[in-house]
């Protein structure tokens, strides 16, 4: 990490306390202790080597990634890894199979089609990696929606050399209501997973792993029978949606995007240099707009336009002036860090700058390779 | 540029027809010459200077900027540049006077707070910099709100050592709907850009530049009366919003997102990777989609997460197959490309990899400078 004056970095830039970070884990590294779980944070929301091993030292016993970007970057962190995506096509699969072969590399996928050429790959570079079967339990994006289906592809992951079936995954990402109305969902969701478990056992198999979690339902990952580990994200920093949904509290918020007032010139409003190439142009909620002051609460974004923010003045008595800075709880932590060029932490009373190794999708090569004097 | 082979790049990524971008230049510098306007295009949507080398070729005669890393990139490429943008705090302002002195830099702003500062700066440095005063015209973002705030900051540019008053600037960006419901609109807009012109010509201004114009209105930009040039942006590439707004066709497309199938274990739908990552999770229509396949129309993008995009099957009989790659229109082209590594582009049989330099905030240096030998 680079040390750093604050004053002397520009506007808009993501802002980390890395207190609140280091809470957060240590709150999340406890949950899991108490309840017998792994914690395998995804990484796709900090995309940050100092940060993954931030979480490491506090209990993470190993990372969820979604790029192989970002298993590259990864790979030097931990040895126990999991790319919770489906690597599809040549290209991607020889990256997969140059990453380090210490690693315990687990892959999930949901189909024979990504499956054989996976298992063809790895078998052809003499290694072996750890299959996960992801079942679709409720969202309707990816995962097989029988539990015919896990049996089936857990036996061709058997069957084939390259690989082993270690477990599946699934992923509640439709539970995104207030904690308080989670209860039945959860229900259903643990009800699917347990089917699963069960069926598993009859078939002769048990999952060394099964892995799940969300950050909505953060404190009821034990509610789902069964569970080994949680994967969830954005709970590294929080965001406008895990407070409204109440899974975190102002205090657990650690990502603000620092921004400065630019324009007081239309009436009722105040422009700042945060725009959607700095927040995200993403509505999350009844609400409709895209943020809101981590400070004022009663200020929001309500238009956000590429490098303009338009906070909505009209329930405050605050009379913003042009350079005056604020920050902004955005609405989805994740693709706000993705668009930073780094990030401004602070820790106490020193400034760091984070590097975000994770960000793109190029192939990544160590920066001590790049200049090694 | 660097010549590639198509089938050793990865998905997701940007995928520019060039041959459509070079017609697009000069369908929009035909129209400027017909109707007597400059055109000094945004190039906050591509970024590229390969790009803005090839509207520069094709008739610009200069480039619209929003941030000083574009401003630091595109003055290797123009000597007529505008910073559309207010540039607010120290650290901008040093950026700022550092840039080449041989520019004619122009710089549009709507306050005192922000003039005074900027005018300080340059006579500092002992350099003039252009000022065009912002009006707002409707959008309610930035701007002054009457023609005697532009006449009272025309007045000070004039008073100020280091700045230069050069002419107005206006956005119609409120006009989104399609193009045949437009003409009451631009009418109103029309209106006050006259409005100002006749005021500054009673105060003794005569404006050299009128900059306006927009992707949605760019073959009306002859109505605004007075206008000198415009500064449209995405028409570079266009996008699904110009395309149902009806300013361009489906042969003007000249961007879309490559992508690959990676799931289709959910019924009625299948998995790319394409996601808000690569795509924006932007919606611009009352349909709510994020996008449309370039050569399948009927099949939308009906769900966006981060590294996935769903597709709507239900209106096709294609059936898709894991490994299938598609092309995406995006709803807004411009924060898709902000969020690739670079662009693959076609040029004929030949195709090769375009940097896209001006994106980020940090200062730009430019690679031969890194990489001297």
Not at 11 to 31: E, H, M
Not at 226 to 233: L, Y
Not at 319 to 326: M, S, T
Request: glycine share 8%; with cysteine.
């Amino acid at each position: 990490m680079r040390a750093v004056d604050p004053d002397k970095v520009e506007t808009p830039i993501g802002y980390v306390d890395l207190q609140r970070v280091r809470s957060n884990a240590k709150k999340i590294a406890s949950y899991c202790k108490e309840h017998g779980l792994n914690w395998r944070p995804h990484i796709k929301t900090h995309k940050s080597r100092e940060i993954a091993r931030l979480q490491i030292d506090a209990g993470a016993t190993g990372i969820t990634v979604a790029t192989l970007r970002e298993a590259e970057v990864m790979s030097t962190v931990t040895e126990d890894l999991l790319l919770a995506y489906p690597p599809v096509g040549d290209l991607k699969l020889k990256r997969l199979i140059q990453l380090p072969h210490e690693l315990d590399l687990k892959v999930a996928l949901d189909s024979a089609q990504v499956l054989k050429p996976l298992a063809a790959a790895c078998a052809s570079a003499e290694r072996q990696v750890g299959i996960l079967i992801e079942r679709d339990v409720g969202l309707g994006r990816v995962g097989v929606q029988r539990v015919e289906d896990v049996i089936q592809l857990a036996d061709l992951a058997q069957e084939l050399d390259g690989v082993d079936f270690r477990g599946i995954m699934f992923y509640p990402g439709q539970i995104r209501m207030a904690e308080v109305d989670q209860d039945a969902h959860v229900r259903e969701v643990a009800a699917l997973v347990e089917e699963m478990t069960v069926a598993l056992a009859k078939a002769g198999f048990v999952p060394d792993i099964v892995s799940g979690g969300s950050t909505p339902t953060l404190w009821r990952s034990h509610n789902y029978s069964g569970i080994t580990e949680i994967r969830s994200g954005s709970s590294v920093f929080f965001d406008l949606e895990a407070l409204r949904v109440g899974v975190a509290s102002h205090d657990d918020l650690a990502y603000t995007v620092l921004a400065t007032v630019v324009s007081t010139a239309v009436h009722g409003g105040a422009v700042v240099d945060a725009g959607s190439k700095a927040l995200s142009k993403e509505v999350r909620s009844a609400e409709g707009d895209y943020g809101v002051l981590f400070d004022r609460a009663e200020v929001t974004v309500k238009t956000l336009n590429e490098e303009h923010g338009v906070l909505d003045l009209s329930r405050t008595d605050w009379e913003p002036r042009i350079g005056d800075q604020v920050r902004i709880i955005p609405n989805h932590v994740c693709v706000s860090v993705n668009l930073q060029d780094s990030l401004l932490a602070q820790d106490g009373d020193t400034h760091v700058m984070l590097n975000l190794e994770g960000k793109g999708r190029s192939l990544w090569v160590e920066e001590s390779l790049l200049n090694p004097h």
